[in-house]
Structure formats: structure tokens, C-alpha cells
């Protein structure tokens, strides 16, 4: 299975509860912090919920 690289490039500071709950289940804690996760539509939609303060690139397998 393909695998993305997440990086938190904005604060969920002033943003609801629930989007900084979706950054650290991603396991997002800190400003610059980058995971590298499996592409499965789990993943993608929370992805999609906090598109805005993400920026997300392929990595070759």
C-alpha cells in the first residue's frame, strides 16, 4: 500500500476541539512535525478534515 508524509504547517490553536483531536490521532503533536502514515481511507478522511493546516506528499516505497 502506497504511504503519505504528513506535516503539521499550521497551529490547531484557535481551531475547535475536535481538529486538534483529529491532529494528535494522526500523531501530529507539534508545529513542523511530520508522520509518515499508510494511504487508507481512514487516514485520507481525517486528512480531509484538517486539509488546511496539513500538507501531505507521496513517499517512494
Known sequence: MAKI?????KSPVGYNKKQRTIAESLGLGKMHSSVIQ????DI???????AHLLTVEKVAE
Do not use: F, S, Y
Open 5 to 9: 508524509k504528513i506535516t503539521l504547517t
Open 44 to 50: 485520507m478522511g481525517k486528512v480531509h478534515a484538517i
Open 38 to 41: 499508510e494511504d487508507t481511507p
